[in-house]
Every structure is written in C-alpha cells, then in structure tokens.
Nanobody, 123 residues
Framework: QVQLVESGGGSVQSGGSLRLSCSAS?????KAWFRQAPGKEREGVAA???????NYADSVKDRFTISLDNTKNTVYLQMNSLKPEDTAMYYCAARYLYCSASSWSSRPSFNYWGQGTQVTVSS
C-alpha cells in the first residue's frame, strides 16, 4: 500500500500563490494532483512521471507547475495567479502505470489517494 500525505493548502486572495506538497511512502511511476469543488466532479489538474514528463489541464496551464523530488518521493504543485475558481479540495494521487497524455486525468486509473488539502481563493 502506498500512503500519500498532502500539505500546503490554505486561503489566499485572488492573484496569490500556494505550494502544495505530497509525500509518498513508496515509489510510483506516476503522481498527479486532482481537485474537487463543491457540487462538482473530481478533475485532474496535473500529473508527472518519475522521469519528469508532465501533463496539465488547460485551465491551469501557465499558472501551475508540478514537480517531483525522486529522492524524497515527494510531488509538488506550485500554484500562481490563483483565481476564485481554483477553490477546491486538492488530492494527491499515485499509480504504477505511466502517466500518458490520454490517461493521466482518469480518476479510476489511480490506485492510491491522499486525504486532501483545502485551497480557498477569495476575490
């Protein structure tokens, strides 16, 4: 079993920045960030493979950056220029399957999930 622990959420004003961290208990090939706003489905935000290949949702491209420290099995999500619509619970997810461009945002394909960390952006 892979355990994932997120940290770094909080409340910021529109235009601000936050950095999320997710520490994994074991190595996995693909790590991703998902988010879920009240009343909405959980959606993929970004994903990264162990070799550093990344994928992003269109809504966060050029604002969010996912990165990985393989020595610590930790994935980060740097979120800049935050908007109120970014408000959601953010979840870290991991799987052994490679993060392909066609499958990285598929929720059922991820075996392991963190408990979530809340991000709130006020206008």
């Amino acid at each position: 079993q892979v355990q994932l622990v997120e940290s770094g959420g909080g409340s910021v004003q529109s235009g601000g920045s936050l950095r999320l961290s997710c520490s994994a208990s074991q190595y996995t090939t693909c790590k991703a960030w998902f988010r879920q706003a009240p009343g909405k489905e959980r959606e993929g935000v970004a994903a990264i493979n162990s070799a550093g290949k990344t994928n992003y949702a269109d809504s966060v491209k050029d604002r969010f950056t996912i990165s990985l420290d393989n020595t610590k099995n930790t994935v980060y999500l740097q979120m800049n220029s935050l908007k109120p619509e970014d408000t959601a619970m953010y979840y870290c997810a991991a799987r052994y399957l490679y993060c392909s461009a066609s499958s990285w945002s598929s929720r059922p394909s991820f075996n392991y999930w963190g408990q979530g960390t809340q991000v709130t952006v006020s206008s």
